[in-house]
């Protein structure tokens, strides 16, 4: 009689026991159903934001890069070098755009989207301007188109590059 009830009761315990772990499991499994639909979003958010920051820098490059083209056409003589650089610079200009439009379909915040909008007031003016030396130089107008660059292009690109700076440091404070 006593080794059936210390089979019985060895027998309860291992089911309770089983039981027990039984239940963990699928309390575990449910538990890790409900957080991998955070850290997806998680995944995503940071992935975005990441996105964000390599365009502004994109972007960054780009108008650094057009703007030190333009100055170095400015001092060339020869038609066909200018040419190949004025080509460079249209080039980056597309990629500074491409960059741009990019970013604009990424869902921003709306201090996202004002800074943008305040670096487009920006980039029109600029445009404006460096079109006006694209087409002294064209002219072969080379001392006026320096002129211009120095004097009004400089000081706006500047403003340009800030805006985006100001961008960029936002998204890093919002990481």
Do not use: C, W
């Not at 027998?11 to 955070?38: D, K, N, R, W």
């Not at 960059?99 to 487009?120: G, I």
């Amino acid at each position: 009689m006593a080794r059936s009830t210390l089979s019985r009761s060895s027998l309860i315990t291992a089911t309770a026991f089983t039981g027990i772990l039984l239940f963990l499991a699928v309390a575990v499994y449910y538990s890790a159903q409900g957080v991998s639909p955070v850290i997806n979003q998680l995944e995503r958010a940071t992935d975005i934001r990441l996105k964000k920051s390599l365009l502004v820098n994109r972007m960054v490059m780009a108008g650094n890069r057009r703007a030190l083209l333009l100055s170095k056409i400015s001092h060339v003589q020869d038609p066909f070098e200018r040419d190949q650089l004025l080509m460079q610079v249209f080039e980056h200009g597309a990629d500074f755009l491409e960059a741009r439009s990019e970013l604009v379909k990424l869902p921003l915040d709306q201090s996202e989207q004002q800074l943008l909008s305040d670096q487009a007031v920006v980039m029109s003016k600029l445009t404006a301007k460096v079109n006006q030396v694209i087409a002294l130089i064209e002219e072969e107008r080379l001392v006026e188109a320096q002129s211009l660059l120095m004097e009004q292009v400089v000081q706006r690109q500047g403003v340009m590059l800030g805006s985006l700076s100001q961008l960029g440091r936002y998204q890093q404070v919002m990481q």
